[in-house]
């Protein structure tokens, strides 16, 4: 089936360290998204990336990262300048104007 | 900018009754897209149902069905004959067409109980 993974599903991460979120999607998307969910509110976009090898910023891409070296994979490394990092992941990737395909998140938290 | 508002955080509901959430949006774009997304105490995003802004008919998808109002941008969910299932947080979502990025724009959510 074809879908949107997202791993791992739980992550700890230590003061001052960076972290790596793995997004990987077999649905031959071409656009791939990274928002950010905090408890009791909406998303907001962190990182998007329209074809291979280019991305751009979102709305809160200060002390985040990414990269998009294949067509089916687009991580996310959550930095150290990142201070307030503990929150909920989504990966989504879309085809034309259909919608957004959603993985089923990471949660990430601050040890 | 594109802003949407969900001016409900909680809503609760009977199993089996009608419940309307309701989604006002701002953006001076003639083109978009409007969507509501379902997100369950599992946190997966499902997609619920897509209006188009130029389409007048409302959109349906079984128990789903929504009420576009272009001119006041609104864009409100009716759930009919509701069940247990159905609780769950829902977002409004907007996205514009001819955006390079086609980004979506979230409403902060709404939690809606149903209850037995």
């Known amino acids: 089936d074809g879908g949107i993974t997202q791993s791992p599903k739980y992550l700890f991460r230590k003061e001052g360290q960076n972290v790596t979120l793995s997004c990987e999607q077999n649905l031959n998307h071409d656009a791939m998204y990274w928002y950010r969910q905090d408890p009791g509110q909406g998303l907001r976009l962190i990182y998007y990336s329209q074809i291979v090898n280019d991305f751009q910023k979102g709305d809160i891409a200060e002390g985040y990262s990414v990269s998009r070296e294949k067509k089916e994979s687009f991580p996310l490394t959550v930095t150290s300048a990142q201070k307030n990092p503990t929150a909920f992941y989504l990966c989504?990737?879309?085809?034309?104007?259909?919608?957004?395909?959603f993985g089923s998140g990471t949660r990430l938290t601050v040890v | 900018a594109q802003t949407v508002t969900q001016s409900q955080p909680e809503m609760s509901v009977q199993e089996a009754e009608t419940v309307t959430l309701s989604c006002t949006y701002d953006t001076s774009e003639s083109n978009y897209y409007l969507f509501w997304y379902k997100q369950p105490p599992s946190r997966q995003m499902i997609l619920v149902i897509r209006?188009?802004?130029?389409?007048?008919q409302n959109a349906t998808e079984n128990r789903f069905s929504v009420n576009f109002q272009k001119a006041a941008k609104s864009f409100s969910l009716k759930i009919s004959d509701s069940q247990l299932g159905d609780t769950a947080m829902y977002f409004c979502?907007?996205?514009?067409?001819?955006?390079?990025?086609?980004?979506?724009?979230f409403g902060g959510g709404t939690r809606l109980m149903v209850k037995p």
């Open positions: 989504a990737s879309k085809q034309r104007n259909y919608g957004y395909t």
């Open positions: 979502a907007f996205m514009r067409l001819n955006n390079a990025g086609n980004m979506l724009t």
């Open positions: 209006q188009e802004a130029y389409k007048q």
